[in-house]
């Protein structure tokens, strides 16, 4: 039997939504939880699941229309079934024997309701919200309600939002107290005419006699006088000029106030002058001039606003198996290891000249990278604590010492090893360091060559960087981050002199690095760079 697919409800204030994409085509087999439709609310694009099974037989909404609440979204069936009845308005020949029996409950309990009185329970303010926290309550028992007014304040899994009411009359009863935290469709408050006695209605609410379905159920019961009074007074809006209800669709309420909007001024295009998302992204202040002749009491000069209008975008890039190995292991040493950053500020006018004389012989290049990377591996071998890597119920001392050097390449971050850096001169460094660097931008280097480091560095400083921390390379128990050169005043021998300074920032795992163990190996890593003879040694 065929199903009919309704616009779905998807935040407390939505009453119409946009289908952004069909992820089921016209003929495709669903299965119940699979995603039917990505669907923009007001408040954010949500996925669609589908709580049935069968064939899609139709699609009411195109991508990119805009539906109200309720409205025919899509019918699913059995293939090749007929559906021109529903589609030519009318119902399908059988009823399941559980809607009967709902029916006939909820009607039973709608008399036990007194007239104007609505049962609000906890809205479902976001796509995963199970529950909410009542933060604070801005209404109290017996004060008067407007529709419009703000309840309460709730906390979400992802934010706290206003609650605002739909109805209009006293504060009966609060279900939920300050701070306290509820169910989605609990019992949250109840609204009516002042002096209405509710407590046989709270208690039929416990014991799941009645719920708030039953106030919609009442509702759908109305006379048709009054049903045909509702809708009259639903559907006419005030004149803006008469300071009544301006009406508009809650995603146009949001862009009006992100762009500090009077919906007063703004002339609504949707039915009876309803006030839509287009009409708010179209307006302009020499507009609302024209559309207000009428003001001829009032002397105002319009303001030139800038309100920039355009489409949001995005594409979805498959990530790569690189990018994808990268984010596992670097959430995992995150949210595995306890970080904490040491950072210290280098004087590296010394280096800087050291750099020049050795570079000045025939066939040598040497980088400050170079000489920051010969540094950490002879201060490793003076804090072996540092050289270690955690396992759980043992702490790794690894007596080699294996620098890793990161290097970024197209899909992401490489890291080429140095085996037995220690034992390298500084030359030595630079020729291996430049090989292998050369080999990952190139795609050419081989797994066994990024394998094995017992310590990482990170260099940013050629990017103009001057200070960052690093995520620890695991096994590791450290990476350092080395920042740019800066030539800036420093204080030397109590006189102000122009200086060069670098700052480097150490990321340790403290399950085996303690922070004076840290500090005294930043000290080492200091003593070599500031006096680079130091390492030639």
């Not at 939504?17 to 990505?38: F, H, M, N, P, S």
């Amino acid at each position: 039997m065929a199903i009919v697919v309704n616009m779905p409800r998807l935040s407390d204030t939505m009453e119409e939504g946009v289908v952004a994409k069909w992820l089921k085509q016209v003929g495709d087999k669903i299965e119940e939880g699979d995603i039917l439709a990505e669907i923009e609310t007001d408040k954010a694009t949500m996925e669609f699941e589908s709580f049935n099974e069968g064939t899609l037989l139709h699609i009411g909404v195109q991508e990119g229309e805009t539906s109200p609440v309720d409205a025919l979204l899509a019918i699913i069936g059995d293939e090749g079934e007929d559906i021109s009845g529903i589609l030519n308005g009318a119902s399908t020949e059988e009823t399941p024997q559980e809607v009967v029996q709902e029916e006939t409950t909820v009607k039973s309990n709608t008399s036990s309701i007194p007239d104007g009185v609505q049962i609000i329970s906890m809205p479902r303010l976001s796509d995963t919200m199970e529950e909410g926290t009542v933060a604070s309550w801005l209404k109290n028992i017996g004060d008067k309600v407007e529709e419009g007014d703000i309840l309460a304040e709730i906390e979400t899994d992802k934010a706290t939002m206003e609650f605002e009411s739909f109805y209009e009359g006293v504060l009966l009863h609060i279900g939920v107290q300050e701070g306290e935290s509820a169910k989605v469709d609990s019992l949250l408050t109840i609204i009516g005419p002042e002096g209405t006695d509710v407590s046989t209605l709270v208690t039929a609410h416990k014991d799941g006699s009645i719920s708030t379905a039953t106030v919609e159920a009442k509702k759908e019961t109305s006379t048709p006088e009054t049903k045909q009074i509702e809708e009259q007074t639903a559907v006419i809006p005030q004149s803006n000029n008469t300071g009544g209800r301006i009406f508009a669709s809650p995603l146009a309420k949001k862009i009006a106030k992100d762009k500090g909007i009077n919906l007063a001024d703004v002339k609504g295009s949707g039915e009876n002058g309803r006030i839509v998302k287009k009409d708010v992204e179209s307006y302009t202040p020499a507009a609302a001039v024209e559309a207000t002749p009428t003001q001829t009491n009032q002397t105002t000069t319009p303001l030139a606003t800038y309100i920039p209008v355009g489409e949001e975008s995005y594409e979805d890039v498959k990530n790569s198996q690189m990018r994808k190995v990268i984010a596992k292991r670097l959430g995992e040493s995150k949210f595995t290891a306890p970080h904490y950053y040491l950072t210290i500020e280098l004087d590296m006018d010394n280096a800087i000249a050291s750099r020049k004389t050795i570079n000045a012989l025939p066939e040598t290049k040497v980088s400050f990278n170079d000489m920051v990377v010969k540094a950490c591996a002879m201060a490793l071998k003076k804090h072996p604590q540092v050289n270690t890597s955690w396992n759980g119920d043992t702490t790794r001392y690894n007596h080699h010492i294996h620098i890793g050097v990161a290097v970024a390449v197209d899909d992401g971050l490489l890291v080429p090893v140095l085996k037995f850096t220690d034992q390298m001169s500084l030359t030595q460094i630079g020729g291996n360091v430049r090989d292998l660097a050369g080999k990952a931008r190139n795609k050419k280097i081989a797994p066994n060559e990024m394998e094995g480091s017992t310590f990482t560095i990170s260099n940013l400083g050629m990017f103009g960087i001057q200070e960052f921390t690093s995520i620890i390379n695991q096994p590791n128990s450290a990476i350092l981050s080395v920042g740019a050169i800066e030539e800036k005043p420093v204080v030397k021998e109590g006189q102000i002199v122009v200086g060069n300074t670098m700052k480097v920032t150490l990321a340790c795992d403290h399950r085996t690095v303690d922070g004076a163990t840290g500090a005294q190996f930043l000290q080492t890593v200091r003593a070599y760079i500031e006096n680079p003879v130091t390492m030639l040694a």
